[in-house]
C-alpha cells in the first residue's frame, strides 16, 4: 500500500460545481496537510494548509482531515474555468521534512 | 505569502555538457530546501534535501556526482546537471521551508531539454 493514494482522474465538472477531491493515506505520523494546485508546466502553488482534524476554510476552498480515518479533502465551491489544473494533496510527519505527495487529480471545469 | 524563484525557467543544452539551475528564497531565509523532478503527467518526485552549508541528502538512486546540489546560504541553492544525457530531460522544481507557515513553498520550475 502506498504511503498517500490520491484518484489521478480526470475529473470533469462544469462551471459552478462543487468539486470534491480526496486522499487517503497510511501512516498515522503525519501531522501536516497541505494542498497544491499545478497548472500545466509551472510549479506547485500552496492552497491550503492544515496541521490538525477538522476545516479550514479561505474563501472557495475548504480542507477538511479526519485523523482518525487517515482521510483529507479539498472542497472547491462554484468552481471556475480557471480552477482546472492538477491538484495535489501533500503530507509530512513535521514543517521541514519532504512532503508525500498523491499522485495528483487532473481538474477539469469545463465553462 | 512565501516567494519562491528559480532560474533559468527553460533550458536547452547539448548532451555532454552542465546546466546549473538556481532557486532562491526572495522573502524568507530557508533553512532547507529540496529538489524534485517531475516527468510529464506524473507526480513530483523527491531527488535531494540540502540545508545551508551542510550536504545534501540524495534520495535512493539519485547519483549524487551527476545532480551536484550547493546550499550556499539561507537563500540560495543550486542544482548542477552534470554531463547531461537526453534521459535528464525533465522539469526540475525546487522548494524551500522556513517561511511562515512552516511548510514548504515551490519555485515556478525548470525545464530542462538536453539535445
Same mark, same amino acid.
Given at each position: 500500500?502506498?504511503?498517500?493514494?490520491?484518484?489521478?482522474?480526470? +475529473? !470533469?465538472?462544469?462551471?459552478?460545481?462543487?468539486?470534491? +477531491? @480526496?486522499?487517503?493515506?497510511? @501512516?498515522?505520523?503525519?501531522?501536516?496537510?497541505?494542498? /497544491?494546485?499545478? /497548472?500545466? #508546466?509551472?510549479?506547485?502553488?500552496?492552497?491550503?494548509?492544515?496541521?490538525?482534524?477538522? @476545516?479550514?476554510?479561505?474563501?472557495?476552498?475548504?480542507?477538511?482531515?479526519?485523523?482518525?480515518?487517515?482521510?483529507? !479533502? +479539498?472542497?472547491?465551491?462554484?468552481?471556475?474555468?480557471?480552477?482546472?489544473?492538477? /491538484?495535489?494533496?501533500?503530507? !509530512?510527519?513535521?514543517? @521541514?521534512?519532504?512532503?508525500?505527495?498523491?499522485?495528483?487529480? #487532473?481538474?477539469?471545469?469545463?465553462? | 505569502?512565501?516567494?519562491?524563484? $528559480?532560474?533559468?525557467? &527553460?533550458?536547452?543544452?547539448?548532451?555532454?555538457?552542465?546546466?546549473?539551475?538556481?532557486?532562491?528564497?526572495?522573502?524568507? $531565509?530557508?533553512?532547507?530546501?529540496? &529538489?524534485?523532478?517531475?516527468?510529464?503527467? $506524473?507526480?513530483?518526485?523527491?531527488?535531494?534535501?540540502?540545508?545551508? %552549508?551542510?550536504?545534501?541528502?540524495?534520495? $535512493?538512486?539519485?547519483?549524487?556526482?551527476?545532480?551536484?546540489?550547493?546550499?550556499?546560504?539561507?537563500?540560495?541553492?543550486?542544482?548542477?546537471?552534470?554531463?547531461?544525457?537526453?534521459?535528464?530531460?525533465?522539469?526540475?522544481?525546487?522548494?524551500?521551508?522556513? %517561511?511562515?507557515?512552516?511548510?514548504?513553498?515551490?519555485?515556478?520550475?525548470?525545464?530542462?531539454?538536453?539535445?
Amino acid at each position: 500500500q502506498k504511503e498517500v493514494e490520491q484518484d489521478p482522474g480526470p +475529473l !470533469s465538472v462544469p462551471e459552478g460545481a462543487i468539486v470534491s +477531491l @480526496n486522499c487517503t493515506y497510511s @501512516n498515522s505520523a503525519f501531522q501536516y496537510f497541505m494542498w /497544491y494546485r499545478q /497548472y500545466s #508546466r509551472k510549479g506547485p502553488e500552496l492552497l491550503m494548509y492544515t496541521y490538525s482534524s477538522g @476545516n479550514k476554510e479561505d474563501g472557495r476552498f475548504t480542507a477538511q482531515v479526519d485523523k482518525s480515518s487517515k482521510y483529507i !479533502s +479539498l472542497f472547491i465551491r462554484d468552481s471556475q474555468p480557471s480552477d482546472s489544473a492538477t /491538484y495535489l494533496c501533500a503530507m !509530512s510527519v513535521v514543517g @521541514n521534512t519532504p512532503l508525500v505527495f498523491g499522485k495528483g487529480t #487532473r481538474l477539469s471545469v469545463i465553462a | 505569502g512565501a516567494v519562491v524563484s $528559480q532560474h533559468p525557467s &527553460w533550458v536547452i543544452c547539448k548532451s555532454g555538457t552542465s546546466v546549473k539551475i538556481e532557486c532562491r528564497s526572495l522573502d524568507f $531565509q530557508a533553512t532547507t530546501m529540496f &529538489w524534485y523532478r517531475q516527468f510529464p503527467k $506524473q507526480s513530483l518526485m523527491l531527488m535531494a534535501t540540502s540545508n545551508e %552549508g551542510s550536504k545534501a541528502t540524495y534520495e $535512493q538512486g539519485v547519483e549524487k556526482d551527476k545532480f551536484l546540489i550547493n546550499h550556499a546560504s539561507l537563500t540560495l541553492s543550486t542544482l548542477t546537471v552534470t554531463s547531461a544525457h537526453p534521459e535528464d530531460s525533465s522539469f526540475y522544481i525546487c522548494s524551500a521551508t522556513g %517561511g511562515p507557515p512552516d511548510t514548504q513553498y515551490f519555485g515556478p520550475g525548470t525545464r530542462l531539454t538536453v539535445l
